[in-house]
Protein backbone atom coordinates (compact mmCIF):
# COMPACT_ATOMS: atom_id res chain seq x y z
CA UNK A 1 0.00 0.00 0.00
CA UNK A 2 2.65 2.58 0.69
CA UNK A 3 4.57 1.16 -1.79
CA UNK A 4 1.55 2.21 -4.35
CA UNK A 5 1.20 5.58 -2.43
CA UNK A 6 4.71 6.91 -2.87
CA UNK A 7 4.53 5.75 -6.76
CA UNK A 8 1.15 8.30 -6.92
CA UNK A 9 2.96 11.02 -5.27
CA UNK A 10 5.59 10.56 -7.42
CA UNK A 11 3.71 10.81 -10.63
CA UNK A 12 1.87 13.98 -9.37
CA UNK A 13 4.60 15.97 -8.69
CA UNK A 14 6.25 14.92 -11.72
CA UNK A 15 2.61 15.97 -13.75
CA UNK A 16 2.52 19.10 -11.82
CA UNK A 17 6.62 19.74 -12.76
CA UNK A 18 5.34 18.84 -16.50
CA UNK A 19 2.50 20.93 -16.31
CA UNK A 20 4.96 23.74 -14.57
CA UNK A 21 7.58 23.97 -16.97
CA UNK A 22 4.99 23.69 -20.04
CA UNK A 23 3.05 26.76 -18.86
CA UNK A 24 6.49 28.67 -18.28
CA UNK A 25 7.82 27.62 -21.45
CA UNK A 26 4.69 28.98 -23.13
CA UNK A 27 4.74 32.01 -21.59
CA UNK A 28 8.23 32.67 -22.99
CA UNK A 29 7.25 31.73 -26.24
CA UNK A 30 4.08 34.34 -26.02
CA UNK A 31 6.79 37.02 -25.40
CA UNK A 32 8.98 36.40 -28.17
CA UNK A 33 6.64 35.85 -30.81
CA UNK A 34 5.10 39.50 -29.50
CA UNK A 35 8.42 41.12 -30.08
CA UNK A 36 9.22 39.49 -33.05
CA UNK A 37 5.81 40.35 -34.73
CA UNK A 38 6.93 44.14 -33.22
CA UNK A 39 9.98 43.77 -35.08
CA UNK A 40 8.15 42.31 -38.49
CA UNK A 41 6.35 44.95 -38.78
CA UNK A 42 3.25 43.34 -39.16
CA UNK A 43 1.56 45.57 -36.37
CA UNK A 44 2.38 49.22 -34.72
CA UNK A 45 2.63 48.51 -30.94
CA UNK A 46 3.87 45.26 -29.49
CA UNK A 47 0.43 42.70 -29.29
CA UNK A 48 -0.65 40.46 -26.56
CA UNK A 49 -0.55 36.96 -27.88
CA UNK A 50 -1.56 33.63 -26.41
CA UNK A 51 -0.84 30.01 -27.54
CA UNK A 52 -3.51 27.77 -26.60
CA UNK A 53 -3.87 24.00 -26.65
CA UNK A 54 -2.34 21.63 -23.84
CA UNK A 55 0.62 20.51 -23.83
CA UNK A 56 2.68 23.50 -25.49
CA UNK A 57 5.66 21.48 -25.83
CA UNK A 58 4.49 18.91 -28.37
CA UNK A 59 3.86 21.50 -30.23
CA UNK A 60 7.17 23.19 -30.03
CA UNK A 61 8.80 19.83 -31.11
CA UNK A 62 6.75 19.56 -34.16
CA UNK A 63 7.04 23.21 -34.79
CA UNK A 64 3.33 23.95 -35.23
CA UNK A 65 1.21 25.81 -33.54
CA UNK A 66 -2.60 24.62 -33.60
CA UNK A 67 -4.18 28.04 -31.90
CA UNK A 68 -2.79 31.23 -32.01
CA UNK A 69 -4.66 34.42 -30.55
CA UNK A 70 -3.32 38.06 -30.70
CA UNK A 71 -4.80 41.11 -29.55
CA UNK A 72 -4.28 45.28 -29.06
CA UNK A 73 -5.80 48.32 -28.74
CA UNK A 74 -4.75 51.52 -30.09
CA UNK A 75 -3.62 50.10 -33.56
CA UNK A 76 -3.06 52.59 -36.07
CA UNK A 77 -2.99 51.40 -40.37
CA UNK A 78 -2.39 53.36 -43.15
CA UNK A 79 0.23 55.86 -43.74
CA UNK A 80 0.26 59.62 -44.06
CA UNK A 81 -3.51 61.22 -44.10
CA UNK A 82 -4.97 57.93 -44.20
CA UNK A 83 -3.30 56.90 -40.91
CA UNK A 84 -6.00 55.61 -38.75
CA UNK A 85 -6.51 53.99 -35.58
CA UNK A 86 -8.02 50.46 -34.72
CA UNK A 87 -9.64 49.73 -31.50
CA UNK A 88 -10.28 46.24 -30.43
CA UNK A 89 -7.71 44.01 -32.78
CA UNK A 90 -8.62 40.38 -31.92
CA UNK A 91 -7.32 37.52 -34.20
CA UNK A 92 -7.20 33.97 -33.92
CA UNK A 93 -4.78 32.42 -36.15
CA UNK A 94 -4.79 28.63 -36.90
CA UNK A 95 -1.74 26.45 -38.12
CA UNK A 96 1.27 28.53 -37.48
CA UNK A 97 4.48 26.87 -38.58
CA UNK A 98 7.35 28.35 -36.73
CA UNK A 99 11.15 27.94 -36.68
CA UNK A 100 13.21 26.82 -33.76
CA UNK A 101 14.02 30.11 -32.56
CA UNK A 102 10.55 31.57 -33.78
CA UNK A 103 12.01 34.01 -36.02
CA UNK A 104 9.50 32.95 -38.73
CA UNK A 105 6.05 32.12 -38.82
CA UNK A 106 3.66 31.12 -41.08
CA UNK A 107 -0.16 31.00 -40.64
CA UNK A 108 -2.50 28.31 -42.84
CA UNK A 109 -5.56 30.82 -41.93
CA UNK A 110 -6.54 33.96 -39.95
CA UNK A 111 -10.11 35.84 -39.05
CA UNK A 112 -10.20 38.94 -37.12
CA UNK A 113 -11.82 41.72 -36.55
CA UNK A 114 -11.52 45.53 -35.41
CA UNK A 115 -13.34 49.01 -34.83
CA UNK A 116 -12.50 52.20 -36.20
CA UNK A 117 -14.52 55.15 -34.50
CA UNK A 118 -17.07 57.20 -36.37
CA UNK A 119 -15.05 60.34 -35.61
CA UNK A 120 -11.66 58.62 -36.66
CA UNK A 121 -13.60 57.75 -40.16
CA UNK A 122 -14.77 61.08 -40.73
CA UNK A 123 -11.15 62.14 -40.93
CA UNK A 124 -9.90 59.66 -43.63
CA UNK A 125 -12.44 61.44 -45.56
CA UNK A 126 -12.12 64.70 -47.64
CA UNK A 127 -12.81 67.84 -46.08
CA UNK A 128 -16.32 69.89 -47.15
CA UNK A 129 -14.63 71.83 -49.38
CA UNK A 130 -13.20 68.93 -51.55
CA UNK A 131 -16.19 67.44 -51.52
CA UNK A 132 -18.80 70.33 -52.75
CA UNK A 133 -18.21 73.06 -55.10
CA UNK A 134 -18.75 76.06 -53.72
CA UNK A 135 -18.92 74.94 -49.82
CA UNK A 136 -17.31 78.45 -48.89
CA UNK A 137 -21.08 79.72 -49.31
CA UNK A 138 -22.28 77.09 -46.44
CA UNK A 139 -20.54 79.59 -44.16
CA UNK A 140 -18.54 76.27 -42.84
CA UNK A 141 -15.28 76.77 -41.56
CA UNK A 142 -11.82 75.38 -43.30
CA UNK A 143 -11.61 71.89 -43.12
CA UNK A 144 -14.91 71.12 -41.96
CA UNK A 145 -15.49 67.37 -42.30
CA UNK A 146 -18.91 65.47 -41.98
CA UNK A 147 -20.22 64.17 -38.87
CA UNK A 148 -20.65 60.42 -38.80
CA UNK A 149 -22.65 58.00 -36.99
CA UNK A 150 -24.34 54.94 -37.44
CA UNK A 151 -27.57 54.60 -40.16
CA UNK A 152 -28.65 51.81 -39.93
CA UNK A 153 -27.74 47.83 -41.40
CA UNK A 154 -25.08 48.96 -43.50
CA UNK A 155 -25.20 52.57 -43.58
CA UNK A 156 -23.71 55.63 -41.89
CA UNK A 157 -25.31 58.47 -41.52
CA UNK A 158 -23.79 62.16 -42.09
CA UNK A 159 -24.15 65.67 -41.62
CA UNK A 160 -21.52 68.80 -42.81
CA UNK A 161 -21.98 71.23 -40.19
CA UNK A 162 -25.81 72.14 -39.50
CA UNK A 163 -26.43 70.72 -42.93
CA UNK A 164 -28.10 67.04 -43.09
CA UNK A 165 -26.60 64.79 -45.94
CA UNK A 166 -28.64 61.51 -45.32
CA UNK A 167 -26.71 58.07 -45.12
CA UNK A 168 -24.44 56.40 -47.43
CA UNK A 169 -24.17 52.82 -48.20
CA UNK A 170 -20.71 51.35 -46.87
CA UNK A 171 -18.87 48.56 -48.54
CA UNK A 172 -15.01 47.13 -49.40
CA UNK A 173 -13.65 45.48 -52.00
CA UNK A 174 -10.05 44.38 -51.40
CA UNK A 175 -8.70 46.96 -49.34
CA UNK A 176 -10.28 49.75 -49.93
CA UNK A 177 -13.46 50.77 -48.70
CA UNK A 178 -16.15 52.96 -50.21
CA UNK A 179 -19.26 55.08 -49.16
CA UNK A 180 -21.32 55.55 -51.38
CA UNK A 181 -24.92 57.58 -51.82
CA UNK A 182 -24.59 60.73 -49.55
CA UNK A 183 -27.01 63.75 -50.75
CA UNK A 184 -26.75 67.23 -49.63
CA UNK A 185 -30.16 68.62 -47.81
CA UNK A 186 -32.32 70.82 -50.38
CA UNK A 187 -31.35 73.81 -48.62
CA UNK A 188 -27.59 72.81 -48.42
CA UNK A 189 -27.88 72.52 -52.21
CA UNK A 190 -29.64 75.76 -52.77
CA UNK A 191 -26.93 78.20 -50.70
CA UNK A 192 -23.82 75.99 -52.35
CA UNK A 193 -25.71 76.62 -55.84
CA UNK A 194 -25.53 73.33 -56.54
CA UNK A 195 -27.68 71.59 -58.93
CA UNK A 196 -26.48 68.22 -58.64
CA UNK A 197 -27.07 66.93 -54.79
CA UNK A 198 -25.16 63.91 -55.26
CA UNK A 199 -21.99 63.77 -53.77
CA UNK A 200 -19.36 61.12 -55.41
CA UNK A 201 -18.67 58.34 -54.18
CA UNK A 202 -16.04 58.55 -51.24
CA UNK A 203 -13.02 56.15 -51.42
CA UNK A 204 -10.26 55.11 -48.90
CA UNK A 205 -7.39 52.30 -48.75
CA UNK A 206 -6.55 50.45 -45.66
CA UNK A 207 -2.80 49.96 -45.85
CA UNK A 208 -0.61 47.69 -43.43
CA UNK A 209 -3.40 45.91 -41.65
CA UNK A 210 -2.25 44.18 -38.75
CA UNK A 211 -1.14 40.62 -38.83
CA UNK A 212 -0.42 40.95 -42.21
CA UNK A 213 -4.51 39.66 -42.61
CA UNK A 214 -6.58 41.45 -45.48
CA UNK A 215 -9.88 42.96 -44.94
CA UNK A 216 -12.83 41.04 -46.23
CA UNK A 217 -16.02 43.64 -44.61
CA UNK A 218 -17.45 46.32 -43.30
CA UNK A 219 -20.20 46.75 -41.12
CA UNK A 220 -21.52 49.70 -39.40
CA UNK A 221 -22.08 49.56 -36.07
CA UNK A 222 -23.71 51.68 -33.19
CA UNK A 223 -20.01 52.38 -32.29
CA UNK A 224 -18.51 52.57 -35.12
CA UNK A 225 -17.33 50.71 -38.28
CA UNK A 226 -16.48 47.38 -37.50
CA UNK A 227 -13.42 45.62 -39.74
CA UNK A 228 -13.69 42.08 -40.65
CA UNK A 229 -9.97 40.73 -41.94
CA UNK A 230 -9.58 37.01 -42.95
CA UNK A 231 -5.80 35.54 -44.65
CA UNK A 232 -4.49 32.42 -46.01
CA UNK A 233 -0.75 31.36 -46.03
CA UNK A 234 0.24 34.28 -44.09
CA UNK A 235 3.60 35.51 -43.13
CA UNK A 236 3.22 36.70 -39.42
CA UNK A 237 7.21 36.99 -38.70
CA UNK A 238 10.13 37.29 -41.08
Not at 60 to 67: A, E, G
Not at 105 to 122: E, F, K, N, Q, R
Not at 158 to 175: E, N, R
Request: charged share 20%.
Amino acid sequence: MRGWLKATIGVVVLAGVLVGADRIAVGVAEDEAADQILRSGRMSQKPDVSIEGFPFLTQVVSKKLDDVRISSDGLTVGEGKDKVALHAFRAELSGVEVSGNMSSAVVDHGSGTALITYPDLARLLPPASELVPNAGRLSLGAGTRLSLSYGGPGKVKASMGPFPVGDAAVHSQGDTVTVDGFTLSTMASLLAGVSDQALAPISFTLSTLPAGLNLSSVTPREDGLQLAFDGKDVKLIG
